[in-house]
């Protein structure tokens, strides 16, 4: 199954919609709860960040038998320190999307922790594209 | 507990009308930074935050957070109420510090 998403770009009001729209469809599917989790975590943290770093984009998404294939891709201004941006509490959020409860570094995180595998493409000004892993069974 | 009854303790206003209130709490998590609340808050979980802005309904929902508890007399956003109800994420607010909440959750064996 494919499934496209378009990510706005700083509406964040929206933000996590494509996220939440994939977890029902693997709810529905019958995925065990923990598999679950793990992909809608790391799939909700690469969305907000396409929508408060990258600018907006859209999200590509595979389900088979096995696995979940999240492509989260943005044309924004890329990340230009990749290690440093992996640490945990590293952000360079504006205090207005702190004072939103975003910001707190710890996104990427997240991301490598719960995915099963992650992979992040990125370069300066040509944007970000974030691939997630998660295995149905394992 | 259920949410309903957690509510009555507190002497919580549920905003949110019967969406899911017989959830079985489990703990209670209190966090304003929402990777933060991502990464540690427990599968149904209580969860006291002082936004009321629309993502936390997504928090909530992503991170399997049984109810939300809004404290301190902060009055949640219309929006964010449809939100939750659509979502099935009861929002608990009351006049009550976080700290007052946590103490009446621990009183009530959660
Ligand atoms: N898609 C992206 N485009 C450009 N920069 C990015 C992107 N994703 C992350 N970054 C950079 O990496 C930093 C760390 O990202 P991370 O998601 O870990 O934290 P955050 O988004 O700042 O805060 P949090 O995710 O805790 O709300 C960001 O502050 C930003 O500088
Ligand atoms: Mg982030």
Redesign the interface.
């Known amino acids: 199954m494919n499934l496209h998403y378009e990510i706005p770009s700083d509406d964040?009001?929206?933000?996590?919609?494509a996220?939440?729209s994939v977890?029902k469809m693997l709810v529905q599917l019958g995925i065990d709860?923990v598999r679950i989790?793990k992909a809608?975590?790391s799939m909700?943290?690469a969305e907000i960040n396409a929508v408060i770093h990258g600018g907006g984009g859209s999200a590509e998404v595979t389900i088979d038998s096995d696995k979940i294939v999240i492509r989260i891709i943005d044309n924004g201004p890329g990340i230009a320190d990749l290690e440093l941006a992996m640490q945990e509490g590293y952000t360079t959020a504006s205090d207005d999307i702190r004072e939103?409860?975003?910001?707190?570094?710890?996104?990427l995180?997240?991301m490598k922790?719960y995915a099963d595998e992650l992979d992040i493409q990125t370069r300066p000004d040509k944007g970000t594209i974030v691939t997630i892993v998660v295995y149905f069974h394992q | 507990m259920k949410t309903a009854e957690l509510a009555a303790k507190l002497g919580a206003t549920i905003v949110t009308g019967k969406a899911g209130i017989d959830k079985e709490i489990k703990g209670v998590y209190c966090c304003?930074?929402?990777?933060?609340v991502?990464?540690h808050a427990g599968?149904d979980s209580a969860w006291i935050?002082v936004?009321t802005?629309?993502?936390?309904v997504?928090?909530a929902?992503?991170?399997?957070i049984a109810c939300i508890i809004i404290p301190e007399g902060i009055e949640a956003e219309e929006?964010t109420i449809k939100k939750a109800v659509q979502?099935n994420i009861p929002i608990l607010c009351t006049g009550l510090t976080a700290y007052e909440v946590c103490c009446i959750a621990h009183d009530c064996g959660i």
């Open positions: 964040l009001a929206h933000a996590g919609e996220s939440s977890k709860p989790k809608a975590v909700y943290e939103m409860g975003f910001g707190a570094g710890m996104g995180p997240n922790r | 304003d930074l929402l990777s933060w991502m990464s599968k935050t936004h802005h629309m993502n936390i997504a928090v929902v992503l991170s399997e929006a979502e």
